[in-house]
């Protein structure tokens, strides 16, 4: 914690506790109390959006793992009675389903607040990293999620990214047979799916408190990425953050139940409303959405153990990037050059997101041919996400290192205070500005 | 800070009616309190018995396969069922002890159907802890459970030991002179 | 990694239906215009026991429906829902039409498989007594079980209808192999039984079912002309049911959980403007 705890035990009841266990103060420096930026915007309230959807999941999960059985023969039919005979199991299965895409929607959001806002640099490299541990785990989770419905798309994307293994050298076939407990995805390795995707969102809310935690030791960064120096800088937490949060979860859930309750399958795949069937495979092998980026890097790739370690290694950039930015300024609201390239960045992912769900020799331009380069068509979806996953991997290793010592940033504020003192007109804003409107 | 109670903040304005400042937090405060409590009841309700569950609630038995002085169990609801084919004898040792001391006092009559003394339609589970009594077995030629020796009757009553009450008596109807539904 | 994408596709074609790709190809589902579209949409509830019928006395024959059971069409929301009977168990109706069923039991002295009428609470049997057997009856291709089939397939109800409709006699120069159709609206790839221009491959693929509905072929009882288009949409909108029996329940929750959260949206962001109004920021 940064500071002194300012708790003071009202009741004789939560001083005794306090000397004996102090839980109450431990609440009270972390959600009451806790000094916070005066400037945060809204792409700051998905942390607490975030803690939401781990909660809907776990909750939710938990529901469903009353009605669920693990076996090959029984599991598309045990999901189907949660839909049509359990109580409100609909409900509750909707929320899980549609709540994983909730849940990666705000996390790449978190992330991109991040990645704007130099979050990720010193002191909060700890905080960063932990948070990339906890994109793993759900990555983890929601692909082996996937795999219990055990339809069509659950079963043949399960076999896929099970093969990915494969591809390492000598021990690659073992460990994919170590991961099956058999020759092919069968009942023992939706078994251990099963397991295992119960076991992990504990272990993800596990490293959510040391994310808290590391948060709590450095303490927010802001907008203005300028370090917090005086108390006018600050607010306590509640009541001001937990009301803006409230207000940004109210707004998340409108729109999260607007899938739950009114298009619940659209984020999903038709196909995996067919039972598995290890004969027979779809014609169109997408996983989803949310893995679809890194689905496209795998393929741009030709090679499979290539493709296999492109595919980690856009994962593994994320945990080094504190150590390739050199910037000294943590905001690119004042690296305009920065800026630019980061925006490029996000268009990057989505292209690859959009590559990732389309045959590689798909054309982008309908209808045009134009010349084969090496193995496709230029005009192909292969060749696109090529250029994209150039762009993602120069961004972490040419771009940032770069450009930190090349670039002219503009003047930073002297403090987070600095520039509302001097602009006394832009005090209160409205709900949907944007963060550049923002304190 | 000393403005963590929106209520104690010193900061707000002049001529502002703070009761109407608490209004709005207290009404936010309300509906998210309510949302949770809505929401409260699909998870708790979910645990409730699902449609294909209630669905088999009840079961049809053809009574001929039953011969005088015996008893089958049969499932129902996930518990044994009892369905006794009483003799004579045994009917009359039942309305013997109609009017003796009963623990949970019942006449032999209520506990069947009019005219359908023979049959006696039974929930298999001892009233004591829910273990399974054993046909013919006890003091009284009834029911003697295991568990912790509670003795039953020919009309399932209890005589002896810890059971509070009578071998439960389900809904049940004739459909026709050989068959039975139950539930 | 591709080329195994690649063959798995050209082996699944023939049951797989699937978005468009390169190497298959379809004509987009025709545009219908549905009662249960939209956050309010409701089932007709005519139209569902058109359906019912339509299945009953065409589908049913080769598709099975394990999923569904007599009582659910009894339920709220179902074809036969009778607000009487709030336990579809015992709604007269749903019994009628399950008696009429013969369904698979064990005989409890024997132990012999017999034949009873069928009870609320069963299942609606399957046409075959297991897969073998349904692709024996059906020249090998297996009919897919209905009870999922409306959001198995992209496209839901109109993908459906415009199957049922959209059968077509093919240009001579497409060679339609023995006991398959051709229909547009199929996803499948024929460029290997067209002896034209290979520019002019007609889209969409080969399917073993026959034209399964013609005009005059259910008699509604409600009096409705018994169109092939009337049938087709009717059955569409029945499988849309049973794939989905929930949807009522769901939107009608829906409904009142998004006033709920806009309200509770609008006093969190005046609890919000109000505490915030003093701080600059």
Redesign the interface.
């Known amino acids: 914690m940064s500071g002194h705890s300012t708790y003071e035990p009202k009741s004789g009841v939560e001083k005794w506790l306090d000397t004996r266990l102090p839980i109450v103060r431990l609440a009270y420096d972390s959600l009451v109390d806790f000094p916070t930026p005066k400037n945060l915007n809204y792409w700051y309230t998905f942390g607490g959006i975030l803690a939401l959807c781990l909660g809907i999941q776990i909750v939710t999960g938990i529901v469903l793992a009353m009605h669920y059985v693990p076996h090959v023969d029984m599991a598309f039919n045990s999901v189907e009675r949660i839909m049509r005979d359990v109580n409100y199991g609909w409900l509750v299965r909707y929320m899980h389903a549609n709540g994983a895409s909730m849940f990666f929607i705000a996390v790449y959001v978190h992330m991109f607040r991040g990645l704007y806002y130099g979050s990720y640099k010193a002191p909060r490299e700890v905080l960063w990293i932990l948070g990339c541990v906890i994109y793993l785990l759900m990555m983890a989770t929601a692909f082996m999620g996937y795999v219990l419905p055990w339809g069509q798309m659950s079963f043949h994307g399960a076999v896929v990214i099970t093969n990915l293994f494969g591809a390492l050298p000598i021990v690659g076939q073992s460990i994919t047979t170590w991961l099956w407990g058999g020759f092919a995805v069968d009942d023992p390795t939706l078994n251990r799916f099963f397991s295992l995707h119960y076991l992990l969102p504990f272990m993800i809310a596990g490293v959510v408190i040391l994310h808290i935690w590391a948060l709590h030791v450095v303490g927010n960064n802001n907008p203005t990425g300028v370090s917090v120096q005086s108390k006018e800088d600050t607010v306590p937490f509640h009541p001001y953050y937990t009301v803006k949060d409230g207000f940004a979860i109210s707004v998340f859930l409108l729109m999260f139940a607007a899938f739950v309750f009114f298009n619940p399958n659209a984020l999903g795949d038709a196909v995996n409303y067919v039972p598995a069937n290890p004969l027979v495979t779809p014609a169109h092998i997408v996983p989803e959405w949310y893995f679809l980026p890194f689905y496209a890097i795998l393929r741009a790739v030709p090679d499979k153990l290539m493709g296999v370690l492109m595919m980690f290694g856009a994962i593994a950039m994320l945990f080094i990037l504190p150590w390739l930015d050199t910037s000294k300024v943590r905001s690119m609201r004042y690296r305009p050059t920065a800026k630019l390239y980061f925006f490029i960045f996000v268009l990057a992912c989505l292209v690859l997101g959009f590559c990732g769900g389309k045959l590689p020799d798909a054309h982008v331009i309908p209808g045009l041919t134009t010349f084969q380069l090496l193995d496709a068509d230029l005009n192909s979806m292969v060749w696109l996400s090529r250029f994209a996953a150039a762009y993602y991997f120069s961004y972490f290793l040419i771009i940032l290192p770069v450009l930190g010592l090349t670039e002219v940033p503009l003047a930073q504020p002297l403090s987070i205070s600095a520039p509302v003192l001097s602009h006394p007109a832009k005090a209160p804003v409205g709900a949907a500005a944007s963060p550049e409107k923002r304190g | 800070?000393a403005?963590?109670v929106?209520g104690a903040?010193p900061?707000?304005?002049a001529g502002e009616d703070p009761n109407r400042?608490d209004f709005?937090?207290i009404?936010?405060g309300v509906?998210?309190v309510?949302?949770v409590a809505?929401l409260a009841w699909?998870?708790i309700?979910?645990?409730?018995p699902?449609?294909?569950?209630?669905?088999?609630a009840?079961v049809e038995f053809d009574l001929t396969?039953v011969e005088a002085g015996q008893s089958v169990t049969?499932k129902w609801r996930g518990k044994p069922l009892f369905i006794r084919h009483r003799t004579g004898a045994e009917i009359a040792s039942a309305i013997k002890d109609d009017h003796a001391a009963l623990r949970d006092p019942q006449t032999d009559e209520v506990r069947h159907k009019p005219g359908k003394a023979e049959w006696l339609i039974l929930v298999g589970t001892c009233t004591h802890l829910g273990c399974v009594p054993t046909f013919g077995g006890g003091d009284y030629g009834g029911w003697f459970c295991p568990c912790h020796g509670s003795h039953y009757d020919t009309s399932g009553r209890i005589r002896k030991g810890p059971a509070p009450k009578n071998l439960a008596v389900p809904d049940y109807a004739f459909l026709s002179d050989t068959k039975v539904k139950v539930g | 990694m591709l080329r195994k994408v690649y063959v798995f596709a050209a082996l699944g074609l023939a049951l797989m239906a699937a978005p468009a790709l390169a190497v298959t190809t379809q004509v987009e589902p025709k545009e219908i215009h549905w009662s249960f579209e939209g956050p309010v949409g409701k089932f007709d509830r005519g139209q569902l026991q058109r359906g019912y019928k339509v299945y009953r006395e065409v589908c049913s024959s080769c598709h099975s429906m394990n999923l569904v059971s007599f009582r659910n069409l009894g339920q709220k929301g179902g074809p036969f829902y009778d607000a009487e009977y709030p336990n579809p168990n015992d709604n007269p109706y749903v019994k009628s039409i399950a008696k009429d069923y013969q369904v698979n039991d064990i005989d409890s002295e024997t132990g012999d498989v017999v034949q009873r009428p069928g009870t609320s609470a069963d299942r609606f049997p399957n046409p075959y007594p297991n897969e073998p057997a349904a692709r024996a009856g059906n020249g090998g291709a297996l009919p897919p079980d209905m009870s999922t089939l409306s959001k198995a397939r992209e496209g839901g109800s109109a993908y459906i209808y415009s199957i049922l409709t959209g059968y077509k006699t093919p240009s001579a120069n497409l060679k339609v192999p023995p006991g398959k159709y051709y229909n547009p609206y199929m996803p499948g790839d024929v460029s290997g039984f067209w002896s034209g221009d290979m520019k002019d491959v007609p889209e969409g693929g080969f399917i073993a079912m026959p034209p399964p509905l013609v005009a005059g072929k259910v008699t509604f009882d409600d009096g409705t002309p018994s169109t092939l288009e009337q049938q087709a949409s009717d059955v569409a909108v029945f499988l849309a049911w049973a794939s989905e029996p929930k949807m009522e329940e769901r939107k009608a929750f829906g409904v009142g959980a998004m006033i709920y959260l806009l309200i509770f949206s609008v006093l969190l962001y005046v609890s919000y403007r109000r505490i915030w109004r003093n701080i600059a920021h």
């Open positions: 800070m403005d963590t929106v903040n900061e707000h304005a400042r709005i937090h009404a936010a509906a998210a309510g949302a809505g699909p998870f309700d979910q645990m409730n699902a449609g294909d569950t209630l669905a088999l009840s396969k049969i």
